[in-house]
């Protein structure tokens, strides 16, 4: 198993930034690839970055030149970089880590509010 806990969340205003922290412990030597969703009230849960094996990245179109994904392996860490925030990324933000076997694990979430 692996077992992922966020942190960074918090309130902002709009212009701001923001960085999340997913570390990761347990079976991280199996994880094939890192994402951050997120998931707003009365929506469905969306991808906003991906890290998967080596090192491609994605991201929405919603979130390209304002966020940023990136990767301490000697922490097991992942980060999400989050700037020029807008009121419309406010959301829960979740880790994700995607298994070489296929099968995923999912963080507890952190709230991220972004105030006009």
């Known amino acids: 198993q692996v077992q992922l806990v966020e942190s960074g969340g918090g309130l902002v205003q709009t212009g701001g930034s923001l960085r999340l922290s997913c570390a990761a412990s347990?079976?991280?030597?199996?994880?094939?690839?890192f994402g951050w969703y997120r998931q707003a009230p009365g929506k469905q849960r969306e991808l906003v970055a991906r890290?998967?094996?080596?090192?491609?990245?994605n991201y929405a179109d919603s979130v390209k030149g304002r966020f940023t994904i990136s990767r301490d392996s000697a922490k097991n860490t992942v980060y999400l970089q989050m700037n020029s925030l807008k009121s419309e990324d406010s959301a829960v933000y979740y880790c994700?880590?995607?298994?070489?076997?296929?099968?995923?694990?999912w963080g507890q979430g952190t709230q991220v509010t972004v105030s006009s």
């Open positions: 347990g079976r991280t030597f199996s994880i094939n690839a």
């Open positions: 994700n880590a995607e298994m070489v076997r296929g099968d995923s694990y």
């Open positions: 890290m998967g094996s080596g090192r491609s990245i």
